[in-house]
Nanobody, 122 residues
Framework: VQLQASGGGSVQAGGSLRLSCAAS????????MSWFRQAPGKGREFVAT????????YYADSVKGRFTISRDKAKNTVYLQMAALKPEDTAVYYC????????????????WGQGTLVTVSS
């Protein structure tokens, strides 16, 4: 199983980006998909999570109302639509999955994807 993240880039404050994470190979059925991020010199932090059925989502307070997580089960892909971006959103963003209904902590992650860099300039 592999998770392949894409969609990162450079954007000015107030702009938008959409990240994608495609799962290849056998996938964890009935498991959550999540996004985490790691800013330079900081630890990895939770951003957003979505249940397998997509009936539940949960966001970090810092992104609530600006970011939207969604998933396309037919494509085994999860998305993170980011709007009203701020310089403090600059980080490497990682997708992840875990054998839980929702995954909100790094200790709950069973598989990490590679990161994609998002840079927001002021």
């Amino acid at each position: 199983v592999q998770l392949q993240a894409s969609g990162g880039g450079s954007v000015q404050a107030g702009g938008s980006l959409r990240l994608s994470c495609a799962a290849s190979g056998p996938t964890f059925s009935n498991y959550a998909m999540s996004w985490f991020r790691q800013a330079p010199g900081k630890g990895r932090e939770f951003v957003a999570t979505i249940s397998w059925s997509a009936d539940s989502t949960y966001y970090a307070d810092s992104v609530k109302g600006r970011f939207t997580i969604s998933r396309d089960k037919a494509k085994n892909t999860v998305y993170l639509q980011m709007a009203a971006l701020k310089p403090e959103d600059t980080a490497v963003y990682y997708c992840a999955t875990g054998r839980r209904y929702l995954v909100v902590d790094t200790t709950q992650v069973d598989l990490w994807g590679q990161g994609t860099l998002v840079t927001v300039s002021s």
